[in-house]
């Protein structure tokens, strides 16, 4: 098992930044590639970021690339999503989640409970 707490989610006008921050518990986090994803209301959660268990291999989906960050510090067991240049359409519930397989882009082990980010114009 691997337990999973976000934090760092908010308020923050268009343009602004935030850093969301997920540590992990429970099994040995270097083994375990993390994704974001993130879920507007009304919508499917959908794809954000992920990063291989070392952190030397990132994927981004096309609405973020270039504004979001991914990264990992595998001594503190804890992934990271830095996002600059926020807008409205970036609002949603965010979330992280662990698995054995870099190679997944949905149905991963672990997930979080979430943590909300809301973005005013």
């Known amino acids: 098992q691997v337990q999973l707490v976000e934090s760092g989610g908010g308020l923050v006008q268009a343009g602004g930044s935030l850093r969301l921050s997920c540590a992990a518990s429970g099994r040995t986090f270097s083994g375990y590639a993390m994704g974001w994803f993130r879920q507007a209301p009304g919508k499917e959660r959908e794809f954000v970021a992920k990063?291989?268990?070392?952190?030397?291999?990132?994927r981004y989906s096309d609405s973020v690339k270039g504004r979001f960050t991914i990264s990992r510090d595998n001594a503190k067991n804890t992934v990271y999503l830095q996002m600059n240049s926020l807008k409205p359409e970036d609002t949603a519930v965010y979330y992280c989640?662990?698995?054995?397989?870099?190679?997944?882009?949905?149905?991963?082990?672990?997930w979080g409970q979430g943590t909300q980010v809301t973005v005013s114009s």
């Open positions: 989640a662990a698995d054995p397989s870099y190679l997944k882009w949905t149905s991963y082990a672990y």
């Open positions: 990063i291989s268990q070392s952190g030397g291999n990132t």
